[in-house]
């Protein structure tokens, strides 16, 4: 029985400082997601901390958006520069038509690239793979 009492504070102790580590281990990791804002909040931010945008318009539908959200947008180097360089926004067309009839969208994926403070720098229409994308972020950060 005194081994059981002793036993028990040892486990809660060792349990709460493995977890301290695990969390200080995860502090300086990279994110492992996109930090995606609605237009809104996203546009005010980027205002804020002046910084360019991207703009994915996308439909629940489109093989080619669930593609790019599977796959593109899960790319390690993906995922850092759009949380480094920009503030993400997603607008699903069909549920904000207002936001998409401001940048006139037709077909999906469409990728825009606005300055902080909102004025429309370029657009790049469909689907792009991780390495392509890349390419894309780099481009707009080095050129735009």
């Known amino acids: 029985m005194k081994k059981s009492l002793f036993l028990i ?28 804002y609605n237009y809104k909040q996203g546009m005010s931010l980027a205002q804020k901390e002046n910084k360019r945008v991207y703009l994915h318009f996308y439909t629940d539908w489109c093989s080619y958006c669930k593609e790019m959200e599977q796959k593109t947008f899960r790319n390690r180097s993906v995922i850092n520069l759009l949380n480094k360089d920009f503030v993400a926004i997603r607008v699903n067309t069909n549920k904000n038509a207002k936001v998409a009839g401001k940048y006139n969208i037709r077909p999906v994926p469409d990728n825009w690239f606005l300055s902080a403070n909102g004025k429309k720098l370029r657009n790049f229409l469909g689907y792009y793979e ?5 390419t894309v972020l780099r481009y707009v950060n080095d050129n735009l």
């Open 9 to 36: 504070p040892l486990l809660i102790i060792v349990f709460c400082l493995s977890g301290s580590v695990v969390l200080a281990g995860k502090k300086g990791q990279k994110a492992d997601r996109i930090n995606w």
């Open 130 to 134: 991780a390495d392509q994308f890349v």
